[in-house]
T-cell receptor, first 114, second 118 residues
Framework: EDQVTQSPEALRLQEGESSSLNCSYT??????LFWYRQDPGKGPEFLFT???AGEEKEKERLKATLTKKESFLHITAPKPEDSATYLC???????????????FGKGTKLSVIP | GAVVSQHPSRVICKSGTSVKIECRSL??????MFWYRQFPKQSLMLMAT?????????EQGVEKDKFLINHASLTLSTLTVTSAHPEDSSFYIC??????????????FGEGSWLTVV
């Protein structure tokens, strides 16, 4: 069974204090690992998809990396507006519509204090 | 990035009535869409996979006759909650699969719809 574990569950940072969120996964065959940001009462906002170990992607203060067992979301010099829940999800290889399903972790709630 | 729109964003209905939620992919065609339910402070729970032109595939424990899904076109899927009861009150979110030309796929989510059954 595919499993996704995110840590920590919650993280409080001072503005400007860089840190990383972790997403460890166990899957039968990874097609892609997705990162999303979710604000309270909103749908998840797409950030990145990583497909193979060693891949890195960046967007503003965020950088996502992938190994064969885990992914990290690095947040450099965070600002209060980066406060949100960050979700990690995996998609495995397969055929048919169901193969596009995402298995989500429980998320990391990030709070950035001014 | 691609946009997925949900409507309505909030709806209140009386117990026993039905309510329809729409999910549209605004600038791409989506053969596959997904419907989720999210409880407070919890992650997303997949309800069903919606396939254009065919019957939806429901997750175990989700009542097919209560949560009717119709994916009649490549840009629209609808979720109808029939004979709604207060326990159906929740945050419902849809997503759509965007197939990229050269590399993989991206799953875009709608803004979500709050359903309150009174």
């Amino acid at each position: 069974e595919d499993q996704v574990t995110q840590s920590p569950e919650a993280l409080r940072l001072q503005e400007g204090e860089s840190s990383s969120l972790n997403c460890s996964y166990t899957v039968s065959g990874l097609r892609g690992l997705f990162w999303y940001r979710q604000d309270p009462g909103k749908g998840p906002e797409f950030l990145f998809t990583l497909y193979s170990a060693g891949e890195e992607k960046e967007k503003e203060r965020l950088k996502a990396t992938l190994t064969k067992k885990e992914s990290f979301l690095h947040i450099t010099a965070p600002k209060p507006e980066d406060s949100a829940t960050y979700l990690c999800a995996v998609q495995v290889h397969g055929s048919g519509a169901g193969s596009y399903q995402l298995t989500f972790g429980k998320g990391t709630k990030l709070s950035v204090i001014p | 990035g691609a946009v997925v729109s949900q409507h309505p964003s909030r709806v209140i209905c009386k117990s026993g009535t039905s309510v329809k939620i729409e999910c549209r992919s605004l600038d791409f065609q989506a053969t596959t869409m997904f419907w989720y339910r999210q409880f407070p402070k919890q992650s997303l729970m997949l309800m069903a996979t919606s396939n254009e032109g065919s019957k939806a595939t429901y997750e175990q424990g989700v009542e097919k006759d209560k949560f009717l899904i119709n994916h009649a076109s490549l840009t629209l899927s609808t979720l109808t909650v029939t004979s709604a009861h207060p326990e159906d009150s929740s945050f419902y979110i849809c997503s759509a699969v965007y197939l990229e030309v050269y590399s993989g796929n991206t799953i875009y989510f709608g803004e979500g719809s709050w359903l309150t059954v009174v």
